[in-house]
């Protein structure tokens, strides 16, 4: 079969994919008992429509953009990491643990770039750990990193209820930190929205794992020894030790949706703040085609469901935010797993073309 | 005396009904990755599987056709399972967590469009759920001491999908260890190649190992949603379905084991929800829930990681059959 | 033979003919197997026998031709119309389910109704009367995995016979067979024969062949060459029609004198995944100025000896010198900055990475020098392209586009740029695996001037190669490879057909 050229691999197929899925969730929404041009009008409108509604959106997105990164460097290794909630989780324990620690005597300066270093080391950690077990004991990464999110969950509801909760409080919940990343309001930005300089953040680490792994040997190595094994041993790359690092970079990565979460809008260390990022982030791995650029691109989609989801849920309350669930669950399952059903009749519709 | 009884009684009786949706989806991933396809995604067909049933139960007031419902579309998200992982040769684990998160957003989608009551359904009276099975004689058992107590309660007075589940325990192992069907189905999950060679088609048989994985998967879900509960709520299933994927991989891919550590994790939860908020005497400090609840991941990591014993998965799990040049 | 005139033959092919693309597997080929008979089908790689096998027991369809089985015309489109008529084959890679019993091993397709139990009764039965018949004892409740490979090659057959085979076909058995494992095999398969079985066995060993076949078929170049009946003719001359008439070779100039010593390669012994022994005990020298070529039928240890001196594998005894020093264990990349470097034999797995551009292929094994360097770290596009280009142009690569994918590349072309990447840097020693596999003819020759030239320039060359032609048209020294070790060394100017022929096919000379 003639592969497809680039362009048609890279753009036109995802977004094939996304229209797919969307056209099946209008389905959905018409089984639900409306509209879907109606749905989609107050989707657009949700997002895009207002000041406010695109800070919302970029929020969000920022979230995407650190669960894209993650899931795609771990794809480049040839690894499928499913872990990014619990190393969000951990990452944002490192997080408030330092905050907490520290907040009252360091200065604010200092204070918010060692807390983001104490939530990409607790991140990194949580990624390290399955990526040795995959390494050096054989230890399928899917299995682990699914059973590491649970632990997560359970770890941090055990020292939220019991440890770190504020005294006299119900919620399980930390105190109030000291300090807090400026929200881009702040600096010119209209409206009211939580979308805070971790996004400026998101978009330097874009930059930065695009660099890493395209412009150094490093990146050369682990996307071999992704793409091609074999070929990792005819040329002398460690593979175990590319897994274990990439794991840990994409753990670190994922913990920077504690940073936009916590340091840039609750303040507090508090349960289920991830909501569900770090399985996003596996479909905007997959829409991007795991390049950092793709990821930018399908990090911005699915901010905008998400903020236009809850924005159609408030005008259509028959449509709740979980629609936009469905989208996600039919872009992963086309992109990734039904993937050959569009290639094949796509290839030969171009080639008839010639 | 009759208090520590009764508590015995209750946590035994319990761990049945914890354990019996656990059962059905670890037999359900069993039969698929027997077969040689891995299936991660127990969580969202039981999820399906206990929107359907209380559903139609709420809307027919009949449990059983609920539980059709169920069967069914736990049935078509396995069937779209097999069709990316068999005819087209996906990635297996994309395809189930596109599953688990796709049914996570549909159920929840459409019980608030049409209950509209914030993503449940409607409590079901008991005429709509599986009733409790007495057992036959309770009166005169009853008075029994002790023993009576325990037969009547932990033996009978469970609803059918309990009975049910503990019955296919044996009915799975004769399946795939007396069977013609069981014998080529578990050669397709260690060899393919050799199935292929004495002239069987491995596609068929895969396929059938991930059907019978939507209708177990089906079952659980009315289990927990017209036997152990009365509705639907959003995500009920909690995450059982990957505590099932951990007892499958514990409990080494055979229904014995695999029966034994459904019932192990059925009794940790039913200690813990009982000792939440007990303080342990001595140590002062409130009973660690949370560590009991996670004790099945870790035990699984355990495992995985080769430091006690080894985890032998069906050998020809993950990978899609390609019929070599 | 008896009875071998009065009946039918058990299998008659006529004019069997398979293309794969460009390539004619088979082309018009007529054998004949008669019942009661060992039928050996013996070639180089590459001459067709698989295929036809293939095609005999139903993987793939033929493109033309007929077949009949006893007298009776058959179709064959899968492998479970070749079971209905009695045509089984005992793979050369196991066909077994490790974790199952014999038993169980030997029902999978013939299980002789849905519950197991009374089938498993029967099995048992046919298993005793079977063993008992040909001599083949297995225990029949042994978990396969935990049998030795002349034991797993038993239950294949037995399965075989199990299924009611009639026409029992064995594709190089004896590969992973000790001496007396073999020579137990061979009893087995007299006992079949005896009973009236057709037996057809490929194999490239002239030993095989002339202590057990009663006919052997000469097949080369995808054509059947000859028949013949065994006890009339020689291994010598089967030797000759598997290679055919080479031309003679061209003439070369020939170095001054022998180079210094490169590389010293001593008893060196290389380990399978299942512990079988792949290289036994090989030792020889490479000089500068000089091309040494391995000749011999693949699947003799030519990889291993090729992925131990590369460094993807570490050898279990032995020692490797480059230079006099010796060099530490496994480690291609430590292989490459010394001066040893590797044109792998199977380029699209190990070689090149599909999905790369040409520009990073082109960096492949060493894309951690600091020439692709510019600040801080980061490798410099332009100069990865702008090496790319050179490559491209130096060694004739087209289209020369260093952005285009690998896998885009014809065959040739990724070959020349995988020898110019490993050219680059001027190594001492290059070690080159089946250069020409898949090159059209301008490549080959493209590839043969650069491999000359490397010897004019006082390098040396370790050409490994199942291309007898190549081999004669470039070496200065030819050792054959057969079974892991070295069957002998000769000179190109003595290099005949004959002796060759005769070492590839493991007779001495």
Same mark, same amino acid.
């Given at each position: ?354 | ?23 059905? @989806?670890? *037999? ?10 891995? #299936?991660? +995604? ?23 056709? &609920?539980?059709?419902?169920?069967? *069914? ?29 796709? @049914? ?77 069907? +069981? ?12 199935? #292929? ?11 059938? &190992? ?10 659980? &879900? ?12 959003? #995500? ?14 514990? +409990? ?16 940790? #939860? ?56 | ?82 079971? !209905? ?211 011999? $039928? ?55 990475? !599909? ?19 510019? !600040? ?20 004739? $690569? ?76 470039? !070496? ?34």
């Amino acid at each position: 079969m003639k592969p497809l050229p680039a362009w048609a691999d890279l753009l036109l197929l995802p977004l094939l994919n996304l229209a797919l899925a969307l056209c099946v969730s209008a389905l959905v929404v018409l089984a639900a008992g409306q509209s879907p041009v109606g749905a989609m009008r107050a989707l657009l409108v949700g997002s895009f429509g207002s000041w406010d509604s695109v800070g919302y959106t970029l929020f969000y997105a920022t979230d995407m953009i650190f669960a894209g990164l993650a899931v795609a460097i771990a794809f480049q290794c040839g690894l499928f990491n499913i872990g990014v909630e619990g190393q969000a989780a951990i990452g944002g324990l490192g997080l408030a643990l330092v905050c907490l620690g520290l907040d009252a005597a360091l200065p604010v300066a200092l204070l918010l770039p060692l807390a983001i270093l104490g939530g990409a080391a607790g991140g990194a950690l949580w990624g390290a750990v399955p990526g040795w077990l995959q390494a050096r004991r054989g230890s399928h990464i899917v299995i682990t990193t699914i059973m590491f999110n649970f632990i997560a969950a359970s770890l941090l509801v055990y020292l939220l209820v019991n440890v770190l909760i504020e005294p006299g409080q119900m919620a399980p919940e930390t105190r109030r930190f000291a300090a807090a990343l400026p929200q881009l309001t702040a600096f010119g930005f209209p409206g009211h929205s939580p979308v805070n300089l971790a996004l400026i953040l998101a978009l330097l680490a874009a930059l930065g794992v695009w660099l890493l792994i395209w412009r150094t040997p490093w990146g050369y190595g682990l996307r071999v020894a992704g793409a091609n094994p074999e070929a990792a041993r005819y040329a002398g790359i460690d593979h175990g030790r590319r897994i274990i690092l990439a794991m840990a970079i994409s753990g670190a990565l994922g913990a920077g949706i504690a940073v936009n979460e916590l340091l840039g809008t609750h303040q507090k260390l508090l349960l289920n703040f991830t909501g569900g990022a770090g399985f996003t982030g596996i479909a905007v791995a997959l829409m991007g085609r795991n390049h950092p650029a793709g990821v930018l691109a399908a990090a911005l989609l699915f901010g905008a469901l998400a903020q236009g989801g809850a924005e159609l849920s408030f005008e259509m309350p028959e449509v709740p935010r979980d629609l936009v669930l469905v989208v996600q669950g039919l872009v992963i399952l086309f992109t990734g797993a039904l993937g050959g059903l569009l290639r094949a009749p796509l290839a030969r519709l171009l080639a008839m073309g010639r | 005396m009759e208090a520590g009884l009764d508590l015995v009684v209750s946590i035994l009786a319990a761990t049945l009904r914890v354990a019996t949706p656990l059962i059905l @989806a670890a *037999l359900a991933g069993l039969f698929a990755e027997r077969a040689g396809v891995v #299936d991660v +995604g127990l969580e969202g067909k039981m999820l399906a599987g206990a929107f359907a049933a209380a559903a139609t139960a709420a809307v027919t007031g009949s449990v059983w056709m &609920g539980l059709g419902a169920a069967i *069914l579309a736990s049935g078509a998200l396995a069937l779209i399972h097999a069709l990316a992982c068999v005819t087209l040769r996906g990635s297996q684990v994309v395809s189930g967590m596109a599953i688990n998160v796709l @049914a996570s957003g549909l159920t929840a989608t459409l019980a608030i469009a049409w209950f509209r009551m914030g993503g449940q359904t409607p409590p079901l009276p008991q005429s709509a759920r599986f009733p409790p099975l007495p057992l036959p004689g309770a009166e005169t058992i009853g008075q029994i001491p002790v023993l009576g107590r325990l037969l009547v309660s932990v033996v009978g007075g469970h609803t059918a999908p309990v009975y049910l589940a503990l019955a296919l325990v044996p009915l799975a192992s004769f399946l795939l260890w007396r069977t013609r069907f +069981g014998l080529r189905l578990r050669a397709c999950g260690e060899n393919p190649g050799a199935v #292929d060679a004495a002239g069987i088609s491995v596609a068929r048989l895969r396929y059938a &190992g991930v059907m019978i994985a939507g209708l177990l998967c089906g079952v659980a &879900g009315a289990a927990i949603a017209t036997a152990q509960g009365a509705g639907f709520g959003t #995500d009920m299933t909690a995450g059982r379905g990957f505590i099932a994927l951990a007892a499958l991989i514990l +409990g080494a891919w055979k229904p014995w084991p695999v029966l034994a550590t459904c019932l192990a994790f059925g009794l940790l #939860d039913a200690i813990a929800i009982r000792m939440q908020g007990v303080l342990i005497p001595g140590l002062g400090v409130a009973f660690p829930v949370q560590a009991v609840q996670a004790l099945p991941y870790v035990l699984t990591v355990i495992l995985l990681a080769g430091f006690v014993g080894r985890a032998v998965a069906p050998r020809a799990a993950g990978v899609p059959y390609v019929k070599e040049r | 033979m008896p009875g071998a005139i009065a009946s039918p033959p058990a299998v008659a092919c006529r004019g069997i003919t398979k293309r794969f693309g460009h390539v004619l597997a088979n082309d018009a080929v007529d054998l004949t197997v008669h019942r009661g008979s060992i039928h050996g089908v013996i070639g180089e790689n590459g001459a067709g026998k698989s295929t036809l096998m293939a095609i005999l027991h139903g993987f793939y369809p033929m493109d033309a031709g007929s077949i009949e089985v006893d007298g009776r015309p058959a179709t064959i489109r899968d492998s479970a119309d070749a079971i !209905a008529l009695g045509i089984e084959m005992v793979h050369q890679h196991f066909m077994l389910v490790e974790p199952f019993t014999v038993l169980e091993n030997v029902m999978l397709g013939a299980e002789g109704g849905a519950l197991l139990a009374p089938g498993r009764a029967a099995a048992r039965e046919s298993l005793a009367r079977l063993s008992a018949e040909y001599g083949l004892s297995v225990d029949p409740d042994t978990v396969v995995a935990d049998l030795g490979v002349g034991d797993k090659q038993r239950v294949e057959i037995l399965k075989a016979l199990h299924h009611g085979a009639e026409i029992l076909i064995l594709d190089e058995p004896t590969g992973v067979l000790t001496p007396q494992e073999a020579d137990d095999l061979f009893r087995v398969l007299r006992s079949l024969r005896d009973q009236g079985k057709a037996v057809v066995l490929i194999t490239h060993k002239l030993r095989e062949v002339m202590a057990v076949t009663d006919r052997v078929s000469v097949m080369r170049g995808g054509k059947m060459v000859a028949h013949r009946d065994t006890a009339e003719t020689s291994a010598e001359e089967l030797s000759l029609l598997m290679i055919g008439r080479r031309p003679a070779a061209a003439e070369r100039p020939l170095p001054a004198t022998p180079g210094a010593e490169l590389l010293r390669v001593s008893d060196l012994t290389v380990q399978d995944g299942a512990g079988v022994e792949r290289l036994r005990g090989v030792s020889f020298t490479l000089h500068a100025g000089e091309i040494l070529g391995i000749a011999g $039928v693949a699947g003799n240890g030519q990889t291993e000896l090729l992925e131990a001196l590369a460094g993807m594998r570490t050898p279990s005894s032995g020692r490797i010198a480059l230079r006099g020093a010796a060099l530490p264990a496994g480690d291609a990349a430590a292989r490459r900055a010394a001066g040893i470097a590797h044109v792998p034999e199977d380029r699209l797995r190990h070689g090149l990475v !599909a999905d790369f551009a040409a520009e990073d292929t082109a960096i492949l094994g060493y894309h951690e020098d600091p020439i692709w360097r510019r !600040a801080l770290g980061l490798m410099s596009r332009s100069k990865v392209g702008a090496h790319a280009a050179r490559l491209m142009a130096g060694h004739d $690569v087209r289209p020369a586009l260093p952005r285009l994918r690998s896998a885009l590349f014809s065959g040739g072309n990724q070959q020349k740029l995988i020898l110019g990447r490993e050219m680059d840097r001027t190594p001492d020693v290059l070690l080159v695996g089946q250069p020409t596999r898949g090159v059209d003819i301008g490549g080959i020759e493209s590839i043969h001037r650069r491999l000359r030239g490397w010897r004019e320039a006082g390098r040396g060359v370790l050409l490994v190669s199942v291309e007898l032609d190549e081999i004669l048209a470039l !070496a200065d020294r030819i050792l054959v490879m057969f079974d892991g070790r070295i069957m002998g060394e000769l000179p190109a100017g003595a290099a005949d057909e004959r002796r060759l022929g005769m070492m590839m096919a493991g007779a001495s000379a």
